[in-house]
Structure formats: structure tokens, C-alpha cells
T-cell receptor, first 114, second 109 residues
């Protein structure tokens, strides 16, 4: 079975540019999560969706960050304009509603803002 | 107080050693508990769930103490391939997982 698929795997861009990260969750999973990981702060939850509806976006750092889930098989995380401090690894994960069900992570997108 | 706290380590042990990691969580309403493993420059992967009665998977034993809000992971007979960061994870029903910052283990020959 296909796991969580993220693209791109790596992105290097200049500050001020728009960045769009993409995620395809595992089929049948009704939860989708966006995380950011840095050495200093560890793994931070940015936002999560249930049945394509955003449930909690309190982890989104600023208005420059936005996320959408137009359907059950696709989500985007957008940063506009990007800044060097946004450099991190961004993970998407998906999971099922049932209690004790773990999340499954994608390979991540390594983002570098110059 | 952080929601999930772990000793960051690193723990440096020789092959064959037994090593234990501890984790505490702040929200008494937490219902599900996991240990994830993350290799360098890779995504976190589920190692094992943690059940109230304690559970074992080969060389790995996980225990939960709800009264003390404490979770542990014991690794017996450490292998070189066990070198990784181990993440303690908790959640409440219907919410996102909360990750600790991880404990780094380095097993040497």
C-alpha cells in the first residue's frame, strides 16, 4: 500500500518567494496533520484536518502560513512570503479516527529559504 | 510546563547494553500513548503503542503509569541498528498527537 506522499522532497528558494508543499494522505485516513521539525523546537504541529475540515490551526506561526484540504486525497501548505526562519523539515501525516490508531508520516519536505 | 517531556540525551551505550528512556506528560486526559523512532534525516515511524498493562515487542518493553503520568521504554541487548532518536507521543481522543522532543540513542561496538 502507498504511504503518505509528499512533494517536493527538497526545496531551496529565496526569501520572499511563495512556497507550496503538497501531501497525499493514505487512502481511508480521515485525519491529516502538518508538522514542522527543527533542531531547536523539535516536531511542532502546525494544523490538522478531520474529514477535510481544519480542526486546529493554533500551531500555524503567522498569517504567512496557510493550509488547505480541498478533498480527501490532497492537501497543501503554503508560505507566502517565505523567510529564512521558515527553513525546516515539513512533515505531513495521516491517521484514522479510532482511538489508539497511530499516525503515518510522509518522507518530509526539506525547505531552505536563503 | 511542556506537554511531553523527555531527557534529550544523548545516551551512549555499548552493544548488548540495556537502556531505558523515560517520558512524562502533563495532560491527565491523554488516552493514547506511543513510542516513535526517528532515524537521522528520516520521518518518524511508529515503534510501538503503549498499553496500560505494559507491553513487549521482542527486545522492547513499554510501560505506562497513569497515576504518575509517566511512560517508559526499555531496550534490551542493544544493537548498532537501534541508534536513533526515540520520540514519546501522547494524545487525547480525536486530537492530534503531541510529540516529545526525543531522546537520542547511540549504540557503539
Amino acid at each position: 500500500d502507498a504511504g503518505v506522499i509528499q512533494s517536493p522532497r527538497h526545496e531551496v528558494t529565496e526569501m520572499g518567494q511563495e512556497v507550496t508543499l503538497r501531501c497525499k494522505p493514505i487512502s481511508g485516513h480521515d485525519y491529516l496533520f502538518w508538522y514542522r521539525q527543527t533542531m531547536m523546537r523539535g516536531l511542532e504541529l502546525l494544523i490538522y484536518f478531520n474529514n477535510n475540515v481544519p480542526i486546529d490551526d493554533s500551531g500555524m506561526p503567522e498569517d504567512r502560513f496557510s493550509a488547505k484540504m480541498p478533498n480527501a486525497s490532497f492537501s497543501t501548505l503554503k508560505i507566502q512570503p517565505s523567510e529564512p526562519r521558515d527553513s525546516a523539515v515539513y512533515f505531513c501525516a495521516s491517521g484514522r479516527t479510532q482511538r489508539n490508531q497511530p499516525q503515518h508520516f510522509g518522507d518530509g519536505t526539506r525547505l531552505s529559504i536563503l | 510546563r511542556k506537554e511531553v517531556e523527555q531527557d534529550p540525551g544523548p545516551f551512549n551505550v555499548p552493544e548488548g547494553a540495556t537502556v531505558a528512556f523515560n517520558c512524562t506528560y502533563s495532560n491527565s486526559a491523554s488516552q493514547s500513548f506511543f513510542w516513535y523512532r526517528q532515524d537521522c534525516r528520516k520521518e518518524p515511524k511508529l515503534l510501538m503503542s503503549v498499553y496500560s498493562s505494559g507491553n513487549e515487542d521482542g527486545r522492547f518493553t513499554a510501560q505506562l503509569n497513569r497515576a504518575s503520568q509517566y511512560i517508559s521504554l526499555l531496550i534490551r541487548d542493544s544493537k548498532l541498528s537501534d541508534s536513533a532518536t526515540y520520540l514519546c507521543v501522547v494524545n487525547q481522543a480525536g486530537t492530534a498527537l503531541i510529540f516529545g522532543k526525543g531522546t537520542t540513542l547511540s549504540v557503539s561496538s
